[in-house]
């Protein structure tokens, strides 16, 4: 399996090309390839969930070859924990956003595809800019060609504001590379390399406003966002279900993957405008999404918000909220692409979105009244299903930090239960006022098939996080060792007693001590007089300073693994 | 003896006149005029550059001006007739197909 | 004087030669075949075309100065004459049918075409200000009689007229500066002069030269302020033409500026980076405002080539090997992309429909997928996207501005190049969104079609697999830098 990543990334592009030759007016046979080829896409993904081994910190299923020689840049794929969740998002989400459309969407959707995946796997820098970029042509044609009323004006915001961010991000790259040659003398992309530069903190700044403007416009962050809710509402089901559940964590794994551990001096110096960013973008997207008469753009604005958090948690800067940012990113996967297509489903029958047409649809529409009902719980975090964990270690890290940050994080949770609830109820409850729709289809065998990977994870993930937490925990470690040692040695004596009350009062009490956050806990380290955080036998307080984190996280960041080719 | 200052100074009037000539004569056939008095504003400092250094590479590049000048001028001349086949006049004003 | 011209010296411009005889071989042929056969000399013509590319194998290696120094044989002149004969075979192609529906003859045509390419690959090769100068006026005048070629058309007629006077007036002005440069230094050989001007910086006469020289060159790289002449000429030139002069006479002029500038004039360095710096930064932001409005896509075409020409210009401020590279490697990039897109207009053209209006492209899309997905990559391409051959080129230009420490040169850079996008995205709306009207249906020829592939294939694979262009580029660049430093030491 030496070369499964590259199998995995060129599968959706070889069903591409396959498509392009098949006669558009055999539309059977279109259908058939394009949910053939999504659906292999993600079976050949599911190997990386067992073949990934947690306990090697080292990017694994690694490959490497040479590209241009020249300058330095290689085909360099790898992964760690993170991106093979991310990579096994992808497969699945592209696999239920197919629906029935020509050819020309599959292959829009194919090739956008292989550009969410190459991002994820690439650890060559250029070669992450280029499937960076390349995502944006198909994303753009989805929403411009099959989208809703304003769809030019909503794909061309999109398309614009997400190139002028890449854009500047690219200079960033360069100046890096430029600085790390003048430093080591080669040339060189590699991602690996860059994670161990010390660079100056003037650089460090500059090239981190590049990087910021990049993710951030991609998260997309407060004064960033507007170009979000355009083009969700303006996106078919699946470009919506693709762009929340995949490409908007493009802008979150760069801060993880990039920025952070490539500028950890930096990364500090910005908590406070990314925090107070981050609290705005909370609070200010569940206060629209409130206010919301159009159910697509809702969600639209509920993403905005949730996203805001899990940027609030990832810098948070310590392992619990970093993990947990990770976490809700898959949640917010999970159940935000659900919502959306949950509501294409209505769309679908009644060429609305307006909340005010909708009223009672638990009626006429149980199951799919259910299984709304269980994303909505999923998205506001009800305990026992996967939003809870997520949220639950985000303002765990984040409490740790700043009490009254936590706060306001957790007014965004509690908002976030009004307008999904309200949402939930002008639309499924009460008489049904509506003469249209008096016989609306319930979901079809089909439609409820596309749910039920979603539906399955929500629990799993939700009861038995362990696994994937487990996943998580060498990158974690990487980030961490970077970006954290000083503030962990500044703080733990203060604050780590202070998340083990609030540890022993959740009822989930046994599931997060069993998983990986919990062993994380146990390695922030208290100095020798703090007291243990949860009960572990953890090495807290001989070995858990800061200073002990680097050896582990610096073999994770060899970068040249002596993986078998 | 002429000085080599002279030669200088006549080349650069002739050059200003030229460009002047060039910038506000709306006639085709005059700003071609214009082209050609500073080209010869060229020859002239060529000329005198080649005398001041007694090197003969400016003549020969005069030489060639000279002759490369003689070439846009046909060209010129022809372009301008198969304009005004065409459509009568020939000043820049007239030429309003494509926006100036 | 030195003494005379040697056998070897002819050996060494064999590739000149052979186009020469090659361009009187295809002049005679006109006269021999039959009326009516403008498809044979097309083919005559390409075949004089491969034989001058053939002919250029032998100097892969070659770094000699031929005839005491007029014309330079090495890489850099190499790389760019495979460019020049690259771009001249694909325009051959794209002009049979155009020719055809024009009813325009072929015969001096093609020549006019050859000739222009052999200006060309004189002034790449050219060290010496005379051999500039000739091979910029048989490039030059070639290209007055092509713009204005298609004698019944009155736009043609017009944009032959403005590009002549405009063309005859730039020359004025390179000319004197040209002479100034001679007279200060004593010579007309670049790399004599880098040595003579050594040291004399702050010579006013000097600068004066040096503004006028940049002047001239700027009106043929259609650099603004002396752009005004382009949209013009390209809307009104025959497509084929506009194609070759864009991609042609841009990447000679380039060519002849980095050795008129680089090999000549090192020691003032950096008195003309300021001055290419306002002109890059002006040029870009100018170019692509303007191109934001145009409906004819040949006008925007144009001002988008004139924001091409602002990018490439950062190479030049950068004016390190790197930039050198950065340079050629998107000269040869957009020539494939430009090229492109022009072959696309020429499948528009109809008997009664020009095909560069916006509105002809209406769901293309429909009409003819290839063409529509071939404009589609070159736009993409011209808009710097991955995996295109464009991203590749800015992707250096840029990284060599960076390099230089132009950090805010590259920044100006890559916002233009997302504002750009812009308006290379309408297109693709028009051609993939918008609906179908009664617009031409796209006539395929082979010859078109061959022209479309080659240039389609080349954008994506010099987008997705780059490195022997790459290599080839630095290697290229480093003998201009190596020539200048040579000199310098003897």
Same mark, same amino acid.
């Given at each position: 399996m030496n070369h499964l990543l590259s199998f995995i990334l060129f599968t959706p592009l070889v069903g591409a090309l396959i498509?392009?030759?098949?006669?558009?007016?055999n539309e059977d046979a279109i259908r058939w390839i394009a949910n053939l080829v999504a659906f292999v896409g993600f079976v050949i993904s599911i190997p990386l969930w067992f073949l990934y081994n947690p306990q090697n910190a080292d990017f694994q299923f690694v490959e490497r070859a040479t590209w241009i020689p020249s300058i330095g840049a290689e085909y360099f794929l790898g992964v760690d924990g993170f991106s093979t969740l991310l990579i096994l998002l992808t497969t699945l989400s592209a696999w239920t956003a197919i629906t029935e459309r020509v050819k020309e969407f599959y292959i829009f959707l194919l090739v956008l595809q292989t550009g969410m995946l190459g991002a994820f796997m690439s650890l060559d820098f250029l070669l992450f800019f280029l499937f960076w970029e390349v995502m944006l042509v198909p994303m753009y044609f989805l929403i411009g060609i099959w989208g809703s009323d304003n769809r030019l004006y909503s794909a061309i915001k999109f398309f614009l504001y997400t190139l002028v961010g890449s854009v500047v991000m690219l200079l960033g790259i360069l100046a890096l590379y430029f600085h790390n040659h003048t430093v080591s003398g080669v040339y060189s992309f590699d991602v690996t390399l860059f994670h161990k530069l010390n660079l100056p903190y003037n650089l460090q700044w500059w090239i981190f406003l590049a990087f910021f403007l990049g993710f951030a416009i991609k998260v997309p962050m407060f004064p960033f966002h507007t170009w979000l809710p355009d083009a969700h509402t303006d996106a078919p089901t699946a470009g919506s279900v693709i762009l929340a559940a995949v490409l908007l964590k493009m802008g979150t794994y760069g801060f993880i993957r990039f920025s952070l551990p490539i500028l950890p001096d930096a990364s500090r110096q910005f908590v406070p405008m990314i925090v107070v960013l981050s609290i705005i973008g909370i609070v200010y997207g569940a206060l629209v999404a409130l206010a919301q008469k159009d159910w697509k753009r809702l969600v639209a604005y509920s993403s905005v918000s949730h996203m805001a958090l899990v940027m609030l948690g990832m810098f948070a800067l310590n392992p619990v909220?970093?993990?947990?940012?990770?976490?809700?990113?898959?949640?917010?996967?999970?159940s935000t692409g659900a919502l959306f297509l949950i509501v294409g489903i209505v769309y679908e029958r009644r060429h609305t979105r307006e909340i005010s047409e909708y009223g009672g649809l638990s009626k006429v529409m149980p199951v799919y009244a259910a299984v709304f009902l269980i994303m909505t719980l999923s998205s506001i975090g009800l305990p026992a299903l996967n939003g809870f964990i997520g949220e639950f270690l985000i303002l765990q890290g984040i409490f740790v930090v700043s009490k009254v940050w936590a706060a306001f994080a957790a007014s965004g949770v509690v908002l976030g239960a009004a307008y999904m609830l309200y949402l939930y109820q002008r639309t499924m409850f009460g008489k049904i006022e509506n003469p249209k729709?008096?016989?609306?289809?319930?979901l079809s065998h089909r439609e409820f098939a596309t749910f039920a990977p979603l539906l399955v994870l929500a629990v799993w993930m939700g009861l038995y996080p362990a696994p994937f937490l487990r996943r998580l925990d060498s990158s974690v470690q990487h980030v961490i060792a970077r970006v954290s040692p000083e503030y962990i040695q500044k703080n733990a004596a203060a604050d780590c007693a202070a998340p083990a009350p609030a540890l022993a009062a959740t009822p989930t009490d046994a599931t997060v001590a069993a998983n990986g956050a919990a062993a994380f806990l146990a390695t922030l380290p208290c100095g020798p007089d703090g007291r243990p955080l949860a009960a572990s036998t953890g090495p807290g307080t001989t070995s858990g300073t800061g200073a002990d984190i680097p050896p582990s996280a610096s073999a994770g960041q060899t970068g040249r693994p002596g993986e078998p080719r | 003896m002429v000085p080599v200052g002279a030669c200088l100074g006549l080349s650069a009037v002739l050059f200003g006149i030229g460009l002047i000539g060039f910038l506000s004569r709306r006639n085709i056939i005059l700003m071609l005029v214009s082209v050609e008095i500073m080209l010869n504003a060229v020859n002239v400092s060529l000329a005198g550059f080649s005398r001041q250094l007694q090197d003969q590479r400016g003549q020969v590049l005069a030489l060639? !001006?000279? =002759?490369?000048?003689?070439?846009?001028?046909?060209?010129?001349?022809?372009? !301008?007739? =198969?304009?005004s086949r065409n459509r009568p006049g020939v000043n820049v004003e007239d030429l309003t197909q494509l926006k100036w | 004087m030195p003494p005379g011209i040697t056998f070897g010296d002819f050996y060494n411009i064999l590739p000149e030669l052979v186009l020469t005889a090659g361009s009187l071989v295809v002049l005679i042929a006109d006269v021999l075949l039959p009326r009516r056969s403008g498809g044979w000399l097309a083919w005559i013509t390409l075949i004089v075309i491969g034989a001058t590319l053939a002919s250029l194998v032998p100097f892969r290696e070659t770094r000699v100065e031929v005839a005491n120094g007029l014309i330079a044989v090495d890489q850099f002149a190499l790389f760019f004459k495979v460019v020049f004969l690259g771009a001249a075979a694909l325009t051959v192609l794209m002009s049979v049918r155009y020719l055809e529906i024009e009813g325009a003859s072929p015969g001096e045509y093609y020549f006019l075409i050859l000739c222009a390419t052999l200006g060309m690959m004189i002034?790449?090769?050219?060290?010496?200000?005379?051999?500039?100068?000739?091979?910029?006026e048989t490039m030059a005048v070639s290209f007055y009689i092509l713009a204005g070629f298609i004698k019944p058309n009155q736009r043609s007629n017009e944009a032959a007229v403005k590009y002549f006077l405009l063309g005859a007036f730039s020359l004025g002005i390179l000319l004197y500066g040209m002479s100034l440069m001679y007279g200060l230094s004593g010579t007309t050989n670049l790399r004599v002069m880098a040595m003579t001007f050594a040291g004399q910086e702050s010579d006013p006469r000097l600068i004066l030269a040096v503004m006028l020289v940049a002047a001239g060159v700027g009106f043929k790289i259609a650099a603004v302020p002396f752009h005004m002449w382009a949209p013009d000429v390209y809307e009104g030139a025959p497509t084929p033409i506009t194609a070759f002069l864009s991609v042609g006479s841009t990447a000679a002029s380039f060519a002849m500026l980095l050795r008129i500038f680089l090999e000549g004039l090192p020691s003032m360095k950096p008195e003309w980076r300021v001055l290419f710096e306002g002109l890059a930064i002006v040029t870009m932001t100018v170019g692509n405002l303007a191109a934001l409005t145009q409906s004819n896509l040949k006008r925007m075409l144009a001002y988008s080539s004139i924001a091409h020409a602002g990018y490439v210009l950062i190479g030049v401020v950068a004016g390190t090997p790197r930039g050198v590279a950065a340079m050629l490697i998107y000269v040869l990039v957009y020539a494939f992309m430009q090229l492109g897109a022009f072959i696309v207009i020429v499948l528009m053209r109809r008997q009664d429909i020009v095909g560069d209006e916006l509105k002809d492209f209406s769901g293309l899309h429909v009409r003819h997928p290839f063409a529509a997905f071939a404009m589609l990559m070159f736009m993409l391409s011209l808009g710097g996207i991955p995996p295109t051959a464009g991203f590749m080129g800015k992707f250096w230009l840029f990284g060599a501005a960076i390099d230089a420490g132009y950090v805010w040169l590259a920044v100006i850079g890559v916002l233009n190049s997302a504002i750009s996008l812009y308006y290379y995205i309408r297109i693709v709306v028009f051609m993939y969104v918008k609906k179908e009207t009664a617009g031409s249906e796209p006539t395929m020829s082979p010859a078109l079609g061959i022209a479309l592939a080659v240039a389609v294939i080349a954008t994506i694979a010099l987008g997705v697999y780059p490195r022997l262009l790459f290599e080839l580029a630095e290697a290229s660049a480093r003998t201009l830098g190596a020539a200048a430093i040579t000199t310098a030491i003897r």
């Open positions: 498509l392009l030759l098949v006669n558009s007016r909220g970093i993990t947990g940012s990770i976490f809700q990113q898959l949640n917010h996967g999970i729709n008096e016989r609306l289809l319930d | 060639f !001006v000279i =002759a490369v000048a003689a070439a846009e001028a046909a060209v010129g001349l022809g372009l !301008v007739l =198969a304009l | 002034m790449a090769g050219g060290i010496d200000l005379i051999t500039i100068f000739i091979g910029l």
